[in-house]
């Protein structure tokens, strides 16, 4: 009864409950194919998608960045998304316990945790501000139209008229009555909008220095509640909650990015930014700088190294074509960045048109955009509360999309370490714990300092950090696992080998790509800023001890592993501590064929040796052996010389001696 009950939870299944062949009963899977496309793709398409890649753009040559960012796509950006997603699929397994394939590196996903856990924490506090602006929006009149709210200063300029109510004007009418603003703007030397102060003075209330944390904003704090709620909300149930929660949040916001396209470029002026935009500057293509953004961009843009990935495919069926699901996914990701950039630059080219600049000087990147330029530009269109409510929406459910999957990660990683029938059944808690932790840790964000810390995490805690956990992960997966290995355990899997293309990537195109953009990182590296806020000395190295922290994982556990090895020397420890553990593979025995077939009846499962680790012990035992029987040899060889050696010398010696009587 043990052994059937044993054999029961092999096939991923409670105790008690009926076992589903190819479905992991136990850990859970998606409900079909399409829930895990939709969350991966609500993952990869993030805020990045819209306020960091249509700046890159503009700024490195326009249409001509394109080039360099597809070729960073096809030979870094797919091939990495490939590799995670089968290493996660293949052992059913979330960021820790997948190395199991390699011990010794287990280091690397506890990275991937600290990495998600950085991310989500200060990922949760840029959507509650969103959700601040969301409810803000749901007025007659947005606030930040005017100059004349108490929190402005004698520096404001608008671009609309005081009293102006342009809720029921005609746009032409509304283009005219902007004259006035506009003339007082082009003859201010200093110009602050609205939007930027209602962003500083009001919703933050910022501080002066990063030290200087004063109050929270208790209006943040309230909506970085909500926002934990939701994502608890969507995620109560696992990936059976959130997969079908994505249906809306993965989709929604192309709705919204059409509406606000489709509204943006029949602008007067949405020309001029589109062009902008795209108008390729070809003499930029040679600039290594542009390479290294277009590499970066699709590294982090995709979630490449933050665990999600691995997390994601872990819930996938075993024969689930994610060769085909990887496609998908990238290029619709870097597609949606594109098509974001339409509808940014087409409404600040509209913006520009209005207050007669050129568009370099409105547009902007990260939250700068989001909440300060892309707002003032909302509040000269008819009815722009409407406007404003839609696009904050978009940013509400981008935001989610990947924070969904952050949290999943860790919940994940922390439920396959335990693995306990407990800590399964009562996943919902782990869950919830982990939500409230991330929100007390999120509160600090919240005071009047709190941006200052948000832009220092976004800096350093996901940086080159990032570049090193997916180049250590190539490395362990190609040349200490061994590339030919791999290849076949996908080939299982998939029913068909990787394509040679990949094998090429993964082995060196990537590793090499993602050594650049480590060496960009660093060439390229400048202490941080905020407009005219230089970051004091000791905030840097708090960004450095943050970076470190994940980094520093990887050679501590290493060490770890490899003291805690079986073996006579630290060769035989190493060596020991690189190779799979017992319980590398395919989650369900059913999947367990080849190399992988358990040596033991299915009667006598206790033991499971598998043939790999049985060859391992072998193969120690063997060289010791060969080692002793060496040195027996030795020894013969050396005795058989000193006899040859006495006896030929032995009458030498008595002849040509000196006699010591003499």
Same mark, same amino acid.
């Given at each position: 009864?043990?052994?059937?009950?044993?054999?029961?939870?092999?096939?991923?299944?409670?105790?008690?409950?009926?076992?589903?062949?190819?479905?992991?009963?136990?850990?859970?899977?998606?409900?079909?194919?399409?829930?895990?496309?939709?969350?991966?793709?609500?993952?990869?398409?993030?805020?990045?998608?819209?306020?960091?890649?249509?700046?890159?753009?503009?700024?490195?040559?326009?249409?001509?960045?394109?080039?360099?960012?597809?070729?960073?796509?096809?030979?870094?950006?797919?091939?990495?998304?490939?590799?995670?997603?089968?290493?996660?699929?293949?052992?059913?397994?979330?960021?820790?316990?997948?190395?199991?394939?390699?011990?010794?590196?287990?280091?690397?996903?506890?990275?991937?945790?600290?990495?998600?856990?950085?991310?989500?924490?200060?990922?949760?506090?840029?959507?509650?501000?969103?959700?601040?602006?969301?409810?803000?929006?749901?007025?007659?009149?947005?606030?930040?139209?005017?100059?004349?709210?108490?929190?402005?200063?004698?520096?404001?300029?608008?671009?609309?008229?005081?009293?102006?109510?342009?809720?029921?004007?005609?746009?032409?009418?509304?283009?005219?009555?902007?004259?006035?603003?506009?003339?007082?703007?082009?003859?201010?030397?200093?110009?602050?909008?609205?939007?930027?102060?209602?962003?500083?003075?009001?919703?933050?209330?910022?501080?002066?220095?990063?030290?200087?944390?004063?109050?929270?904003?208790?209006?943040?704090?309230?909506?970085?509640?909500?926002?934990?709620?939701?994502?608890?909300?969507?995620?109560?149930?696992?990936?059976?909650?959130?997969?079908?929660?994505?249906? @809306?949040?993965?989709?929604?916001?192309?709705?919204? /990015?059409?509406?606000? %396209?489709?509204?943006?470029? $029949? &602008?007067?002026? +949405? #020309?001029?930014?589109?062009?902008?935009?795209?108008?390729?500057?070809?003499?930029?293509?040679?600039?290594?700088?542009?390479?290294?953004?277009?590499?970066?961009?699709?590294?982090?843009?995709?979630?490449?190294?933050?665990?999600?990935?691995?997390?994601?495919?872990?819930?996938?069926?075993?024969?689930?074509?994610?060769?085909?699901?990887?496609?998908?996914?990238?290029?619709?990701?870097?597609?949606?960045?594109?098509?974001?950039?339409?509808?940014?630059?087409?409404?600040?080219?509209?913006?520009?048109?209005?207050?007669?600049?050129?568009?370099?000087?409105?547009?902007?990147?990260?939250?700068?955009?989001?909440?300060?330029?892309?707002?003032?530009?909302?509040?000269?269109?008819?009815?722009?509360?409407?406007?404003?409510?839609? @696009?904050?929406?978009?940013?509400?459910?981008?935001? /989610?999309?990947?924070? %969904?999957?952050?949290?999943? $990660? &860790?919940?994940? +990683? #922390?439920?396959?370490?335990?693995?306990?029938?407990?800590?399964?059944?009562?996943?919902?808690?782990?869950?919830?714990?982990?939500?409230?932790?991330?929100?007390?840790?999120?509160?600090?964000?919240?005071?009047?300092?709190?941006?200052?810390?948000?832009?220092?995490?976004?800096?350093?805690?996901?940086?080159?950090?990032?570049?090193?956990?997916?180049?250590?992960?190539?490395?362990?997966?190609?040349?200490?696992?061994?590339?030919?290995?791999?290849?076949?355990?996908?080939?299982?899997?998939?029913?068909?080998?990787?394509?040679?293309?990949?094998?090429?990537?993964?082995?060196?195109?990537?590793?090499?790509?993602?050594?650049?953009?480590?060496?960009?990182?660093?060439?390229?590296?400048?202490?941080?800023?905020?407009?005219?806020?230089?970051?004091?000395?000791?905030?840097?190295?708090?960004?450095?001890?943050?970076?470190?922290?994940?980094?520093?994982?990887?050679?501590?556990?290493?060490?770890?592993?490899?003291?805690?090895?079986?073996?006579?020397?630290?060769?035989?420890?190493?060596?020991?501590?690189?190779?799979?553990?017992?319980?590398?593979?395919?989650?369900?025995?059913?999947?367990?064929?080849?190399?992988?077939?358990?040596?033991?009846?299915?009667?006598?499962?206790?033991?499971?040796?598998?043939?790999?680790?049985?060859?391992?012990?072998?193969?120690?035992?063997?060289?010791?052996?060969?080692?002793?029987?060496?040195?027996?040899?030795?020894?013969?060889?050396?005795?058989?010389?000193?006899?040859?050696?006495?006896?030929?010398?032995?009458?030498?010696?008595?002849?040509?001696?000196?006699?010591?009587?003499?």
């Amino acid at each position: 009864m043990a052994e059937k009950q044993f054999a029961g939870i092999l096939n991923g299944a409670v105790p008690g409950e009926p076992a589903k062949k190819d479905e992991n009963s136990r850990r859970g899977n998606w409900g079909n194919q399409i829930e895990f496309v939709l969350t991966s793709v609500g993952y990869a398409v993030g805020l990045g998608n819209v306020w960091r890649f249509p700046y890159l753009c503009y700024r490195n040559g326009g249409g001509a960045f394109m080039l360099p960012y597809i070729i960073m796509l096809v030979f870094c950006g797919i091939p990495l998304f490939f590799l995670e997603l089968t290493f996660g699929q293949f052992a059913s397994l979330g960021c820790l316990g997948v190395w199991k394939i390699s011990p010794m590196f287990k280091g690397v996903g506890y990275g991937m945790m600290v990495v998600s856990t950085y991310i989500g924490i200060y990922y949760n506090v840029v959507i509650c501000i969103a959700f601040y602006y969301f409810f803000m929006s749901m007025t007659n009149l947005l606030p930040w139209t005017y100059c004349n709210n108490p929190w402005n200063t004698p520096d404001c300029s608008g671009v609309v008229g005081p009293g102006g109510n342009r809720l029921n004007v005609s746009f032409a009418n509304a283009t005219t009555s902007l004259v006035a603003g506009v003339a007082e703007v082009v003859n201010r030397t200093k110009r602050t909008s609205p939007s930027e102060e209602y962003w500083k003075h009001y919703v933050l209330n910022i501080s002066d220095d990063i030290g200087n944390f004063g109050e929270v904003r208790l209006p943040i704090l309230g909506c970085l509640a909500v926002s934990w709620f939701v994502v608890f909300l969507c995620l109560i149930k696992g990936v059976k909650s959130s997969g079908k929660v994505v249906y @809306f949040t993965a989709t929604f916001p192309y709705v919204v /990015l059409t509406i606000l %396209f489709i509204r943006g470029i $029949t &602008l007067d002026g +949405a #020309i001029n930014g589109i062009k902008y935009y795209l108008t390729p500057q070809w003499q930029k293509v040679l600039d290594a700088k542009v390479w290294g953004d277009a590499a970066s961009q699709i590294f982090y843009s995709l979630g490449c190294a933050w665990g999600g990935l691995i997390t994601m495919a872990s819930y996938n069926k075993f024969h689930n074509n994610c060769y085909r699901d990887s496609i998908i996914i990238s290029i619709t990701n870097c597609a949606t960045s594109v098509y974001a950039g339409f509808v940014i630059f087409s409404i600040l080219g509209f913006m520009a048109h209005n207050l007669n600049v050129p568009v370099s000087e409105v547009a902007d990147h990260g939250p700068g955009l989001a909440f300060v330029a892309y707002p003032e530009a909302l509040t000269l269109l008819p009815i722009s509360p409407l406007w404003s409510l839609l @696009f904050f929406f978009m940013l509400i459910l981008l935001g /989610l999309g990947t924070q %969904f999957c952050l949290l999943e $990660t &860790l919940v994940t +990683a #922390i439920v396959d370490e335990i693995g306990t029938d407990w800590i399964i059944r009562n996943k919902t808690v782990v869950t919830l714990s982990v939500a409230v932790i991330g929100f007390l840790l999120g509160v600090p964000l919240t005071t009047r300092a709190g941006i200052y810390w948000l832009l220092l995490m976004d800096n350093y805690a996901a940086s080159f950090s990032l570049v090193v956990i997916s180049c250590i992960m190539c490395i362990c997966l190609m040349y200490v696992y061994g590339h030919t290995k791999y290849f076949k355990d996908v080939e299982m899997m998939l029913g068909f080998p990787p394509p040679l293309f990949f094998k090429v990537c993964w082995r060196f195109i990537s590793p090499l790509i993602i050594t650049f953009i480590l060496i960009f990182t660093v060439i390229q590296y400048k202490p941080i800023t905020y407009n005219d806020y230089v970051y004091p000395g000791w905030s840097l190295g708090v960004g450095f001890c943050m970076a470190m922290s994940s980094v520093i994982c990887i050679p501590v556990y290493a060490l770890y592993k490899i003291s805690r090895s079986p073996g006579a020397t630290f060769r035989e420890r190493f060596k020991f501590a690189c190779q799979p553990d017992l319980s590398w593979g395919p989650a369900l025995l059913e999947h367990r064929i080849g190399r992988y077939a358990p040596i033991a009846s299915e009667d006598t499962m206790e033991s499971r040796p598998l043939r790999e680790k049985a060859e391992l012990k072998e193969e120690l035992k063997e060289e010791r052996k060969e080692a002793l029987k060496e040195e027996e040899e030795e020894k013969e060889r050396r005795d058989e010389i000193s006899l040859t050696i006495q006896g030929s010398n032995g009458s030498t010696n008595t002849q040509n001696s000196p006699n010591p009587s003499a």
